[in-house]
């Protein structure tokens, strides 16, 4: 079987390039053409050797994931749905912000996680994506922008899936986008989120790594949180700040709790002194999302008065709170969606 080329770091190509009694800058060569020149074809790689180049199209993919549908909103939001080399079916949405532009990345096809407001949980989990798949979105995303002479500031892993459930490849993927000879996008512009697997929020906070934490946390008690995130039953609120209280020890960094707006269900008066009460004395801020509906969900969003209700609710509570923008409501801009929509023909 044919090995993806973008599975392999720098140290990995070296270790490739060696065992064919060729120099470390070889491997460099190769990595700088796949990164900084972006090039999607061995035969670009004009300061390889013929024999070089002939070796990694018999042994590698560089072409992984394929273009099936683009969708583009009114806001600018691009959902991308993807197809990788098995068939799988992926999905990355490049965003617009004031301050640049940011890509919200899958980690797996499908998510065991069930989430009952998502629709990337409408297909079961089938299986991990690679470093080198996780890291292909980002890739496809930036050359995307290169026609438009914009570069890609902000990666999220909000996507499908659960990075903490495919912990290595995330890992792996994150440190050549971070790698200054790869990607070059800065480790505080990269944020993991999770939805509560508390036993990996110990090991990411023994990483020392300058990654963002988020939390996808959308209840401030176990009773609505169990019933939004099965995650809860098995990791409830308790434990999952025990862990955060863990990484905030050692890790000067600010922890973001991402908090979906459901209408009627978590953005209440009582919701709002719960949340108080539960982010009290920890470094970190609540990010309020409106909710991009899903037909199969009985969910709805908060209006936009709701929102900014509930919003200057947690402000006189002194709660750090910021509320974004809605993004991609005329498209299937909610995780799962697109892909959703095309596996079921629609």
């Given at each position: ?5 973008y599975?392999?770091?720098?140290d ?8 064919l ?5 070889k ?14 074809d061995f035969?670009k ?8 180049i002939?070796?990694?199209e018999?042994?590698f993919?560089?072409?992984?994931l ?13 959902k ?9 079916l992926?999905?990355?949405?490049l ?15 499908g998510?065991?996680?069930g989430?009952?407001?998502?629709a990337?949980?409408?297909?079961k ?19 995307y ?14 996507g499908?899936g ?35 697997v ?18 996808s946390?959308h209840?401030p ?5 169990s019933?939004?995130m099965?995650?809860?039953k ?13 990484y905030?020890?050692?890790n000067?960094?600010?922890?973001t ?16 002194d719960q949340?108080?009460?539960l982010?009290?004395?920890l ?27 509930f ?9 750090a709170v ?18 959703a ?6």
């Amino acid at each position: 079987m044919m090995k993806k080329i973008y599975d392999y770091g720098l140290d990995d190509l070296k270790n490739y390039v060696h065992a064919l009694g060729l120099k470390d800058f070889k491997a460099r060569q190769i990595y700088s053409w796949l990164y900084k020149k972006r090039v999607d074809d061995f035969n670009k790689m004009t300061d390889l050797s013929r024999d070089l180049i002939a070796r990694l199209e018999s042994e590698f993919m560089i072409n992984i994931l394929c273009l099936i549908e683009k969708q583009t909103a009114r806001d600018l939001t691009t959902k991308f749905l993807f197809k990788m080399t098995d068939g799988a079916l992926v999905e990355s949405v490049l965003m617009v912000f004031d301050y640049g532009y940011s890509a919200c990345i899958s980690t797996q096809v499908g998510c065991n996680m069930g989430c009952t407001f998502c629709a990337s949980g409408l297909l079961k989990k089938v299986r991990d994506l690679s470093a080198g798949e996780i890291l292909a979105q980002v890739l496809y995303i930036q050359k995307y922008l290169d026609e438009q002479g914009e570069r890609l500031g902000n990666i999220v892993l909000m996507g499908t899936g659960e990075p903490f459930d495919n912990y290595e490849n995330v890992m792996k993927a994150l440190a050549i986008i971070n790698d200054p000879h790869g990607l070059e996008i800065g480790a505080r512009h990269i944020s993991i989120s999770t939805c509560g697997v508390a036993p990996m929020i110990y090991r990411f906070a023994d990483e020392k790594v300058q990654y963002n934490l988020a939390i996808s946390l959308h209840a401030p008690n176990d009773e609505l949180r169990s019933k939004l995130m099965p995650i809860n039953k098995a990791y409830p609120l308790k434990e999952l700040f025990k862990a955060l209280e863990y990484y905030a020890l050692d890790n000067n960094r600010r922890i973001t709790f991402e908090y979906l707006l459901l209408n009627g269900i978590n953005d209440t008066v009582e919701c709002a002194d719960q949340l108080q009460q539960l982010l009290k004395g920890l470094n970190a801020y609540i990010n309020l999302i409106p909710y991009n509906e899903v037909k199969e969900k009985n969910y709805r969003t908060a209006n936009d008065r709701q929102a900014l209700l509930f919003y200057d609710m947690l402000k006189k509570r002194n709660v750090a709170v910021t509320l974004r923008q809605k993004k991609g409501d005329d498209i299937d801009a909610a995780c799962g969606q697109l892909r959703a929509k095309y596996e079921a023909g629609e």
